[in-house]
């Protein structure tokens, strides 16, 4: 059966562009280091991991994976727990279901840990995405089920937000990408759907949520082919589901593909990002372009209210296949993966690093300055116009996407309004000069208004007969 996954014939053609010149500057001598934990109890790969704090101790957990066969019969549903105390693992009650599952997430939020999502291999090679939401309960020792997710959904990125919601970003369902952006609320076990991802979606990538701030970085695009972009998406407080999303430029070296990331421990205002390949594979390890994969031991933050990043020492073992970097008291952990050769690791590591607010900051890249005061500008085309009006926001050369847009006559009139998720869809969007009753609109001249991030713009357009 075919794997939509798994092209049978790929061939990459590269494409360089120079539009700006980006200078980064590395930290070799920041205060950092890794230690050395027990190891898993077995090898394995593409597991979802995170944190919890029970009692005194915190754990690290482990949910399914695939082991060192790297075939569809070795993806399981065993689930572990590291104490990080006494550095012992505990086996588990296996995560529910009929069939074990790669590419999930893994959260803590409250009293229990919530598994998202993933998908599963048959003989046959085909795959199925799930839309599970299984729930361990540490006090019990028990799992339960959620509601499922809307849109299943594999290989996304996620990330708590204000301890009140859950967000899972774009990612795989099924056959191809997608593009949703799905609100999880654990206290009421219901599902929305917010702003969308607006670059028609990416699997395998990496991020997280810092303050208000939704990160999302690389991943590989529907046609197999590596999109390296950080993009950041604004969540709005007053209205969670409403999430104003941006490209931010490029990060430190090349665009990568199941990288460890999370938040920085004792610092609210960063991201770490660890490891990946630079390229794009299936569960296996082998490339979609049919080149084995080799990870990188990469290291850099990312600083999403100055759209900065640092790279800094590298991982002393590279490693890729990555399902999260969480938190334990002040240090990142790292547990399995796969080292140089496509091995199958039960490497189980973790890193503490200094502040990295304390130390210098990169030079300007791409997007710079866009909270703190970039020229804000909203295009359109053709001016004046006969028959319609396209218009795109700008920031600087940073694109990206308006929201509350609002056309008014010059006596302040709302002549016709626009809806945020159709804007969401795209960076740019139409004016077919008619007013909210569908109306050819007048000729004269006409103030388009709207708002990206926290900035109001606005752009003067002449109707013309």
């Excluded at 588990?92 to 069939?99: A, I, T």
Aim: proline share 6%; charged share 20%; aromatic share 12%.
């Amino acid at each position: 059966m075919w794997n939509p996954r798994r092209p049978l014939k790929w061939r990459f053609c590269p494409i360089f562009f120079a539009f700006f010149s980006l200078s980064i500057v590395a930290d070799w001598a920041f205060s950092a280091d890794w230690i050395t934990h027990a190891p898993l109890p077995e090898p394995l790969a593409n597991n979802a991991i995170t944190t919890h704090s029970f009692g005194d101790t915190c754990y690290v957990y482990s949910f399914m994976g695939i082991d060192t066969t790297k075939a569809w019969s070795g993806i399981t549903r065993h689930a572990w727990r590291l104490n990080t105390t006494t550095d012992t693992w505990q086996a588990l009650p296996d995560v529910p279901g009929s069939v074990g599952r790669i590419a999930a997430l893994a959260f803590s939020f409250g009293s229990k840990v919530y598994l998202f999502g993933g998908y599963s291999v048959a003989s046959d090679q085909s795959e199925t995405t799930w839309g599970a939401v299984d729930i361990y309960d540490p006090a019990t020792n028990t799992w339960s089920s959620g509601s499922p997710i809307p849109v299943p959904v594999d290989d996304m990125v996620g990330g708590v937000w204000r301890d009140s919601l859950i967000y899972l970003v774009s990612g795989w369902s099924q056959t191809t990408v997608v593009s949703n952006t799905q609100v999880y609320d654990p206290a009421m076990d219901t599902w929305a759907q917010a702003t969308p991802f607006p670059i028609g979606g990416t699997f395998g990538g990496a991020g997280g949520i810092v303050g208000n701030w939704f990160i999302y970085v690389d991943g590989v695009r529907g046609n197999f082919l590596m999109r390296e972009n950080v993009h950041r998406g604004l969540i709005d407080p007053n209205d969670p589901l409403s999430v104003t999303w941006a490209v931010s430029g490029k990060h430190p070296g090349e665009s990568l593909y199941r990288m460890a990331s999370g938040n920085v421990p004792g610092d609210t205002t960063s991201l770490l990002f660890a490891g990946g390949s630079d390229n794009a594979y299936n569960f296996d390890g082998i490339g979609f372009n049919g080149q084995p994969s080799e990870p990188t031991g990469q290291m850099w933050y990312y600083f999403p209210s100055t759209n900065k990043r640092r790279q800094v020492a590298d991982k002393e073992t590279p490693t890729m296949d990555h399902r999260g970097f969480p938190t334990c008291g002040d240090r990142m952990y790292i547990a399995g993966g796969m080292i140089g050769g496509q091995q199958v690791t039960d490497l189980v590591q973790s890193y503490f690093s200094d502040d990295p607010t304390g130390v210098a900051f990169d030079s300007p890249v791409l997007g710079e300055g866009l909270v703190g005061g970039a020229a804000w500008e909203l295009r359109s085309a053709p001016n004046p116009a006969r028959t319609r009006a396209s218009f795109s926001a700008n920031a600087g050369r940073e694109r990206t996407v308006l929201r509350n847009a609002r056309v008014y006559d010059l006596r302040g009139r709302l002549v016709r309004s626009f809806n945020d998720a159709a804007l969401a869809e795209s960076s740019g969007f139409e004016w077919d000069l008619r007013d909210n009753r569908g109306k050819r609109v007048a000729a004269g001249i006409y103030m388009l208004k709207g708002s990206v991030f926290d900035r109001n713009i606005s752009r003067k357009i002449t109707v013309v007969n």
